[in-house]
């Protein structure tokens, strides 16, 4: 079974350009979140799409932005991009809440630079 | 504030030998996933280990076990005969049973093992 794919792996962009990150779940998975992470914050929650409908926000400025197709795949978009904005952009794939299995499963990340 | 504190920003230790990685958290709930990932240098965060609030055992995965204290919301792992792989970045984390699937993460704790 494929685990979590991210594309790109690595992307580097300039101050006031926008950037699209792309997620595809494990297979069968519905849920679907993302994180940024940064030395001095840490992994912070981005938001939570499920069945294509976002169930959760971070608190994060409206320039990020997200959606989740029928195929359960989810992008991100930054816009606006600020320097700040360089950081490893993890996405996590689930099975629903109310499943007995609990655990994310992540991928291996988009490191985003931005100059 | 749901917050996850893991207070070594770095531990190391001798190969073959025993650590335990601290952690604290904060949360109103009761029920809820008590989690520890490791990222290596790849960034794939891995699931090392869960523990369910509700139960009183510790969970324990071959070479990792944790010891849960709930009453002091307290969550440490401990690595027996660490290995050279096992280096990496250790974080705890928790998430809210039957809430969302938004998992709060502590800052890390960088993990050296010495030959």
């Known amino acids: 079974k494929a685990g979590v794919t991210q594309t790109p792996r690595y992307l580097i962009k300039t101050r006031g350009q926008q950037v699209t990150l792309s997620c595809s779940p494990i297979s069968g998975h519905r849920s679907v979140s993302w994180y940024q992470q940064t030395p001095g914050q840490g992994l912070q929650f981005l938001f939570e799409?499920?069945?294509?409908?976002?169930?959760n926000k971070g608190n994060f400025p409206g320039r990020f932005s997200g959606r989740q197709f029928s195929n359960s795949r989810s992008e991100m978009n930054v816009s606006t991009l600020e320097l700040g904005d360089s950081a490893l952009y993890l996405c996590?794939?689930?099975?629903?809440?109310?499943?007995?299995?609990?655990?994310?499963?992540f991928g291996q990340g988009t490191r985003l630079t931005v100059v | 504030a749901q917050t996850v504190t893991q207070s070594q920003p770095e531990m190391s230790v001798q190969e073959a030998e025993t650590v335990t990685l601290s952690c604290t958290y904060d949360t109103s709930e009761s029920d809820y996933y008590l989690f520890w990932y490791k990222q290596p240098p790849s960034r794939q965060m891995i699931l090392v280990i869960r523990?369910?609030?509700?139960?009183?055992q510790n969970a324990t995965e071959n070479r990792f076990s944790v010891n849960f204290q709930k009453a002091a919301k307290s969550f440490s792992l401990k690595i027996s005969d660490s290995q050279l792989g096992d280096a990496a970045m250790y974080f705890c984390a928790y998430r809210i049973m039957n809430r969302d699937d938004k998992i709060i993460f502590g800052k890390g704790t960088r993990l050296h093992i010495l030959p």
């Open positions: 996590a794939s689930s099975l629903p809440r109310d499943s007995l299995n609990t655990e994310a499963f």
């Open positions: 523990q369910e609030a509700y139960k009183q």
């Open positions: 799409y499920f069945s294509e409908t976002q169930r």
